[in-house]
């Protein structure tokens, strides 16, 4: 009994930046009602306080993160590793962006709840990345899907916003329950939800034929997975949602569940730092690869294409973000191979080739910078009114506003991966990983994915280049200045963002270095 | 303190981001002043740096590469060898240099931006601030990329430049001017990510086959090593396809050269002046700089013929193309091409000759079709037409413009005495003798456009400046100022071109000098792979021993001397 | 417990899980479609506590406690959701629900759902199952032609 307590005090330092998170969470949720009166009337500036209370939150979790560095793995149902300290910095980092999108978004009644919310999600992607146990995984994913229905349809009740929940809403379920029977073949394949003791039975199954049990688990974690990722052919809800969604709930969805779903495939697909990897067909692997190749290459087709006829702003941002996460699927799969391809002992792998994985988990933060950028800037363009959605909107900007439009400029320049930002080094990561993994024997597929991820940077930038062209080449419709709005917490977000586009770009070393020595 | 060289770099766009920042609604007045005034001091820092470059000590050839820059700046960008143990041992670099090649592009940069300063002087007056401050950048990535020899850097100031020049088409440009500035935009970025594909496979076989190679990007060091170990054929000839693939949109090469004319037609003055005068050159100065060096077997057995006949093909269609062309620019456009042929066929001759005219070829095309484009938009800005048959006997109206007109074509055609003679001239030698017999050809049709250029130009140059005068309608009514000849203004931003075109074509030794040496590292690669290549021919290897030992290029350019 | 009763359990959890599928999908009712997904939440559980037993450790019912825990976190927020939803259309059809798409796709509405015919509630207000997906077809004869 003593013996348990004691594992879970342990567990519980180990996940002390959630608690932190949880219990702001709790705190917001209790306080909240007594601040609003039966009519649903709170007083005015209360959002202000509750976006501090949020940052304070945030603040305290980082100093704790800041104070937990990695510590060697237990068999205990969470982990502190190495990865888990980096995603945890990268939510940490994003979530203050996030709750500065936010802070004007809801009124001053419901912006308690929607706050507590998104500091319950950021909590649910850390749990994420920290767990090593099914039950666990499961348990944070949910942690970041319930408190999304409420993110999406708290800020604004009407009815695109409602339609836009309703879809997330079921897909999202929908998805969980599709996880939820992958991982419970996974459990009766390997007899334990742990995680480190699925990947120890499976380097040490003798049984070398492929597992029909792992096999449906792959697809069917893969499938659930790539809801949150919005892979092809699980994306079709995106677009609807971030076209009905609040401008803040549409950023955090378009970076936020790719964390998740991202960390939750690498948590599930390659054993972490100093395990042994499996090389046999009983892993995941073998069934895994081949099938995100394919997904990989229609998810950045289809999302580029698809993007290319929008004429709605967030439309057209939910398919770049389609296709971004299809970018960041070739990092993974590349690494999966590599790490695959590491364990056996034949192979020689070159001392030089980027890891995938590493290219992925910097691709994510610098990702996370440029449409976070992306959608900060929209709001802040916004007028009183209207919010920006067809690209009338955004016409002659750079007359009207020409600050806001060179900031738009420079992160739709970087989504379209050109230098000086730091979404060209992200490109350029992948291109090197890929083709790294390419050049082993028999692997030459890889090299298509880098040639796939080439024509679709090009097809990308063709619609980016396209709303640049309307803010810069075209004249305002409406030369009304007066009914602009100053947002500054979205400013002061967009120049966070604009700070980390550029500053990942002269500066690659300062993210680099953590993120390879996340993988052996 | 940085060096002079980062100064050069970064100065127009310290200038154009001041401009932007402290004074966004500047009036035109003020912001072509400053921007004059920057474009100014970047020539004389460039000529600063040009004498440090020349107070160098020579480099004696046993202790150079291929390629081997001077003045050189290194910081680490990215070392991923320190990141952990596991990590890949490579090492991205913010690495800054000077080679003979590099300076005397530099300097072509430099002087360009004035004159196209002061030709946008009174046409642009919608947002001057921000048109001068795209200007300026786009100095600063012309000139990064001739400065830069980390592949990585080269890259990022190549696609760098693509983004002030979307701009300063697609705001300031013709009535076409959105269609155009996007077909440019995505034609050469499609082009310039298979060259970047190219470019990290080059680096990562190169890195797997010598495991030691710490900075694979670095330029000069990638073509040590590979001259010591070259790589297979096979891998050499589709990495050549890759990376040449960018290259060609951006010369370009006869069937990539769609978005030019289009391009150029829409661009502001000042905008195609640049685009012809240094952004073609981006192309032809990465062929010199990523394929010469570092993938030899490739370039002579598959670039040798294909692009040989992409050049000779592009320098006859792109002359038969202006020769139908109505409209003035749409004509210097296509000339382009053609010109831009004659110093790829020079370029991959790959010996001495050969290449040093390809370089030579690259200034005085940037000089006379330069000029030429200063000269269209003069007169557009006086007449509002660029059409061939509305005009005539211009020369009577505006004597001075005539006689630049008149100068600048014999520069463009390559009359002795002027510049274009001895570029073309060394590049059809040097082809000539190349290729075993193909080369031949190549240059043949090379002079049989010589004949078409002289013929579309002096064209324009008759119909439009002499015989009956025949002005547009429009201009004759009252109420228009009188149309005046060359101002002092316009007569500055041509009088250095010209001079140059003229010095150039008399004294060409100094310049052949300046790049010799580069180009006789790059030469000496292709002597010893004709030598060590059973293929080549016997006379072939013969041929190019000669050539050595003649060291033509000094002949060559003493002939030309009145 | 041998691997004939483990295999029977886990088509029993598959055919639920199936089954549930196919009513999301096909339904178009929001309650309906609500269900249809617990019922494949349901069927894992039964997947988890047969392995479970199989392997003679707990995990799996541990598991299955978390599933019915955070099913039930869902069915509460889905019920609250689909009340707002009702609030604002007065039906729980999900064809009502498609506004937001591309634009040049039609509005897939399907055929409208019948109107409700219990008149006689005075709490008309209150959700009702409205017939879902289509009434199946009986066999053409004299006495169902009109």
Sequence with gaps: MNAAIQQLNNAFSLIAPEAVLLAAVCLIFFAAPFLVNERGEAPVGLRHRWGCLSLLALLLASCVWWQSPPVTRTLGPFVLDELTWYIRGLTLTFGAILVLLHWNQADDARSAESHACLLAILAGVNLIAASNDLVGLFVALELVSIPTYLFLLLPRRDAPAQEATLKYFLLSIFSSAIVLFGMSYLYGATGTTNLSGIHAAFSAASDHRANPLVAVATVMLIAGLGFRLTAVPFHFYAPDVFQGAPTSAAAMLSFVPKIAGFVALLRLMVPATGAEQAMNPWTMTPAAIPLLWWLAVATMFVGNLMALMQTDIRRLLAYSSVSHAGYMMVGLIVGMAHEHQKADVLATVSPNSVSGIGAMLFYLAVYGAMTLGTFAVLIAAARTDKRIESFDDLSGLSRTRPAMALLLAIFLFSLAGLPPTAGFLGKLNLFFAAWSQGTVEGQESYKWLAVILAINAALGAWYYLKIIGVMFLREPINRSQQDTVIETPSLIAAGLCLVGTLGLFFLPGWLWVPIQSIMP | ?562 | MTATVLESQLVVGATLFILGVVGFLTRRNLILIMLSAELMLHGVSINLTAFSRYHGNPQGQVFTIFVLTIAACEAGLALSLILSLYQRRKSLDIFLWGKLGEDDLPVFTGTPAPPITVSVDPNVDLPHLTPAGRMPKTQPGPQTKT
């Design chain 2, 1 to 562: 303190m940085p060096s002079l060289l980062v100064i050069m770099i970064f100065l127009p766009a310290i200038a154009a981001v001041a401009l932007l920042l402290l004074d966004p609604q500047a009036t035109a007045v003020r912001a072509r002043w400053v921007a004059l005034l920057a474009t100014v001091a970047t020539f004389l820092v460039s000529w600063g740096v040009a004498a440090q470059f020349l107070a160098l000590p020579q480099v004696s050839e046993t202790a150079r590469g291929p390629v081997h820059p001077q003045l050189v700046q290194r910081h680490t960008w990215l070392d991923l060898s320190q990141a952990g143990p596991h990590s890949p041992g490579v090492k991205l670099e913010f690495f800054l240099g000077l080679d003979g090649i590099s300076l005397s592009l530099v300097l072509l940069t430099t002087i360009l931006t004035i004159s196209s300063v002061l030709v946008s002087w009174t046409a642009i007056k919608d947002r001057a601030a921000q048109f001068y401050a795209c200007l300026l950048i786009l100095e600063t990535g012309l000139i990064g990329v001739f400065c830069s020899f980390d592949i990585l850097l080269f890259y990022v100031f190549f696609e760098f430049t693509l983004i002030p020049l979307f701009f300063l088409v697609g705001i300031w440009g013709g009535p076409l001017r959105r269609y155009a500035a996007g077909k440019f935009f995505v034609y050469t970025l499609a082009g310039s990510l298979i060259t970047l594909l190219g470019l990290v496979s080059l680096v990562v076989t190169t890195v797997q086959a010598n495991p030691g190679l710490t900075t694979p990007f670095s330029i000069p060091d990638l073509a040590n090593t590979l001259a010591e170990h070259p790589l297979t054929p096979t891998v050499q000839f589709t990495l050549f396809l890759m990376i040449a693939a960018g290259f060609m949109v951006k010369v370009p090469l006869f069937p990539f050269h769609t978005w030019l004319p289009l391009a150029h037609v829409e661009a502001p003055t000042a905008g195609s002046v640049l685009l012809a005068g240094v952004l073609l050159k981006l192309g032809t100065y990465g062929f010199l700089r990523m394929l010469l060096p570092m993938l030899p077997d490739a370039c002579l057995h598959t670039g040798l013929p294909l692009i040989g006949a992409m050049a000779s093909i592009g320098i006859i269609y792109g002359s038969f193309c202006a020769l139908s062309q109505n409209d003035i620019k749409k004509l210097v456009a296509y000339s382009s091409v053609a010109h831009l042929g004659f110093c790829m066929l020079g370029l991959f001759a790959l010996n001495i000759e050969g290449i040093s005219g390809g370089v030579l070829q690259m200034i005085n095309h940037g000089l006379s079709t330069g000029a030429l484009f200063c000269i269209v938009g003069m007169f557009y800005e006086r007449y509002h037409t660029r059409q061939l048959n509305e005009l005539g006997g211009l020369a009577t109206k505006l004597p001075l413009m005539g006689v630049a007109m008149v100068f600048t074509s014999f520069a463009s055609i390559g009359l002795p005495g002027l510049n274009g003679f001895v570029g073309e001239f060394l590049c059809l030698a040097g082809m000539f003798r190349a290729g075993d017999g193909q080369g031949v050809i190549f240059s043949a049709l090379g002079a049989m456009g010589v004949v078409l250029g002289a013929w579309y130009l002096l064209g324009v140059v008759q119909h439009a400046f002499f015989g009956p005068v025949h002005l547009p309608a429009e201009h004759h009514g009252p109420g228009h100022e009188p149309i005046a000849d060359l101002n002092a203004r316009e007569v500055a931003a041509l009088a250095p071109l010209l001079g140059l075109c003229l010095i150039l074509g008399l004294f060409p030794q100094p310049l052949l000098d300046l790049i010799r040496p580069d180009v006789e590292a790059v030469a000496k690669l292709y002597g010893n792979v004709r030598a060590t290549n059973p293929n080549a021919f016997m006379h072939a290897s013969l041929n190019n021993h000669a050539s050595q030992k003649n060291l033509p290029s000094v002949a060559l350019g003493s002939e030309v001397r009145p």
